[in-house]
């Protein structure tokens, strides 16, 4: 079946190592996305599962096969994989009708002739193609094509697909609507899909799980919810959701409050217990919550004044019509909150927020 594993593989070019012991396993139809800034090493690692690129160190196995591994010489060529991909800049044949451009990885592989053309409109028909058969590229849009370059992956039935920024060339409109389309498509095929993205809304809406990369390294691997409710580090906390988590320098106390000088919130009690477990007490720490759970004093339900309550002056209201980014300061600190509509705060006004105790996050400084 279509799973794919990485066990601690590495990959070093001259100067740089873009990947470093990795290790991630996929199950059989899952949509895994690696997400993570530019040069983090996602293409790296998406080349090196389908064969363009070798590991320096690590195993590398798709279904129950090992496709490579250095130490034991084993490295099985992209042809020989059962996997497709689809890359951001999706090269279609320009001569070729839309048809031969999806018959030609059949037409390669010498399927025969009428089983060819039942393939090829069937996946036609999946994808909406089916009227433009005939037509060159250059007489479709630029979702169309893409959706072209997904025919022509997906008409072999691979064991896996890897899926390379597939939709960063599009217009933002366009590229909602595909990732509407593309998660669709893949839960209907259910094959196995890695799917490259810098794109943390792709990644939240998209996976099944996401694993997040920076800097070559895996950061935590988890279903949207594991890693927007429990990131495992500063940098995931940051990286997803947006605006991004709010971040401030804080210290935990013996009796149970983060301070931050001249003001401080109490943790809940088991919050403060695992914290006190964790030997945190007395100890300064990277306190994070996120815009979304910072509330206008107006309308939030619980208030207990000098315990989850701050005043604030409003900076900056960006109004995005269904809500309001609002920027706010104390003495020391920044910080972003989400507003609903029905907030009416103002630049200049002096405020009230409540911070919902039971989103916050504490991460270690080091
Ligand atoms: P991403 O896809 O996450 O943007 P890449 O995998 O393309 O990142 O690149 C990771 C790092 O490896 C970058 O620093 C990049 O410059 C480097 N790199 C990628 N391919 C090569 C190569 N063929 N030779 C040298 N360095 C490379
Ligand atoms: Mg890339």
């Not at 058969?133 to 992956?153: D, I, T, Y």
Request: aromatic content about 8%.
């Amino acid at each position: 079946m279509g799973e794919v594993k990485l066990l601690g593989v590495w990959k070093k070019f001259e100067d740089v190592t873009a990947v470093k012991d990795i290790t991630l396993e996929v199950k059989d139809g899952e949509f895994m996305i690696l997400l993570g800034p530019s040069g983090c090493g996602k293409t790296t690692t998406l080349r090196m599962i389908s064969g363009l690129e070798e590991p320096t160190k690590g195993q590398i196995y798709i279904g129950d096969k090992l496709v490579a591994d250095p130490e034991k010489g084993v490295f099985v060529p992209p042809k020989d994989r059962d996997i497709a991909m689809v890359f951001q800049s999706y090269a279609l044949y320009p001569h070729m009708t839309v048809y031969d451009n999806i018959a030609f990885p059949l037409k390669l592989r010498k399927v025969p002739k009428q089983e060819i053309d039942k393939r090829v409109r069937e996946v036609a028909e999946l994808l909406g193609l089916s009227q433009l058969l005939n037509r060159k590229p250059r007489e479709l849009s630029g979702g169309q094509r893409q959706r072209v370059a997904l025919g022509r992956a997906i008409v072999r039935k691979p064991q896996v697909f890897l899926m390379d920024e597939p939709l960063s060339n599009l217009d933002a409109k366009l590229r909602v609507k595909m990732r509407a389309e593309l998660k669709k498509l893949q839960r209907q095929l259910s094959v196995t899909t890695i799917y490259v993205t810098h794109d943390q809304v792709e990644a939240m809406t998209m996976g099944d799980k996401i694993a997040v990369i920076n800097q070559g390294v895996l950061q935590q691997v988890g279903t949207p919810e594991e890693v927007y409710d429990k990131p495992a580090n500063t940098f995931v906390a940051g990286f997803i959701g947006s605006p991004p988590m709010n971040f401030m320098d804080g210290s935990v106390t013996e009796d149970g409050f983060v301070d931050f000088g001249e003001f401080r919130l109490k943790l809940l009690p088991d919050q403060f217990e695992v914290l006190k477990e964790q030997g945190y007490v007395g100890r300064e720490v990277i306190f994070g919550i996120r815009p979304e759970d910072i509330y206008d004093a107006m309308f939030a339900q619980v208030k207990v004044p000098g315990e989850n309550m701050v005043k604030a002056m409003v900076e900056i209201v960006e109004n995005l019509g269904g809500e309001r980014i609002v920027y706010l300061s104390t003495e020391d600190i920044s910080f972003i909150a989400k507003f609903p509509p029905e907030s009416k705060v103002k630049e200049g006004q002096k405020i009230e927020v409540v911070f919902d105790m039971k989103k916050i996050h504490i991460f270690d400084k080091n």
